[in-house]
């Protein structure tokens, strides 16, 4: 992953842009993570596959979608019943829930080649998000270390709260650019500092 090109460097100008003349409402960059992966349980599997993670991650993940933890270096969330989003800083995620998660309990996707991370911060966040997504993004409905599934028009997005102002956006490769140029309009009216 350290020598791919990121498909948001001919869209990815440093610097503050939008109305920032009394600052800057977010912040952008581009994660990234070392490894993002999906695992997903056989029907009644569940409790195991979430077992297997912990035994891997450290992170003790409730059942159900939405749920989710994030730690310095790992972070989880279910995006539907019996299914998990999991990333890490490192590489090599995918070998380890591979050896933890067997045959009987689930199925794990290595993700890291065709996903994207964006990150989101600041304190109009949760403003700008629900410019694009019919999600309530408020702390109390989205709490730290959920996340969920959803799509704006055609470009399907996973979302985790990493932070009590800040969000990361997980989306296809292709679609990366195009998300990006987006997220900074809809950004611009409360100006946003890309890094």
Request: aromatic share 10%; with cysteine.
């Given at each position: 992953?350290a020598?791919?090109?990121?498909?948001?460097?001919?869209?990815?100008?440093?610097?503050?842009?939008?109305?920032?003349?009394?600052?800057?409402?977010?912040?952008?960059?581009?994660?990234?993570?070392?490894?993002?992966?999906?695992?997903?349980?056989?029907?009644?599997?569940?409790?195991?596959?979430?077992?297997?993670?912990?035994a891997?991650?450290?992170?003790?993940?409730?059942?159900?979608?939405?749920?989710?933890?994030?730690?310095?270096?790992?972070?989880?969330f279910?995006?539907?019943p019996?299914?998990?989003?999991?990333?890490?800083t490192?590489?090599?995620?995918?070998?380890?829930?591979?050896?933890?998660?067997?045959?009987?309990?689930?199925?794990?996707?290595?993700?890291?080649?065709?996903?994207?991370?964006?990150?989101?911060?600041?304190?109009?966040?949760?403003?700008?998000?629900?410019?694009?997504?019919?999600?309530d993004?408020?702390?109390a409905?989205?709490?730290?270390?959920s996340?969920?599934?959803t799509?704006?028009?055609?470009?399907?997005?996973?979302?985790?709260?990493?932070?009590?102002?800040?969000?990361?956006?997980?989306?296809?490769?292709?679609?990366?650019?195009?998300?990006?140029?987006?997220?900074?309009?809809?950004?611009?009216?409360?100006?946003?500092?890309?890094?």
């Open positions: 992953m020598d791919q090109l990121s498909p948001l460097e001919p869209a990815f100008r440093p610097g503050s842009h939008g109305n920032f003349a009394h600052g800057h409402g977010v912040t952008l960059s581009e994660l990234a993570p070392g490894s993002i992966v999906q695992v997903a349980a056989w029907p009644g599997e569940e409790k195991k596959l979430i077992a297997a993670i912990a891997v991650t450290g992170l003790k993940l409730a059942d159900g979608a939405g749920a989710g933890v994030v730690s310095d270096r790992y972070a989880a279910g995006f539907a019996g299914k998990f989003l999991v990333t890490d490192s590489e090599g995620l995918a070998t380890s829930l591979t050896s933890a998660v067997t045959a009987d309990i689930g199925t794990v996707t290595d993700l890291s080649h065709g996903r994207t991370a964006i990150r989101i911060a600041g304190p109009k966040v949760e403003w700008v998000l629900a410019k694009l997504f019919a999600v993004f408020s702390l409905a989205f709490p730290e270390g996340g969920i599934s799509a704006h028009h055609d470009i399907f997005a996973q979302i985790q709260r990493s932070g009590p102002d800040r969000f990361d956006i997980y989306v296809f490769r292709s679609f990366a650019r195009s998300f990006w140029k987006m997220l900074c309009h809809a950004s611009d009216e409360v100006g946003y500092e890309l890094r």
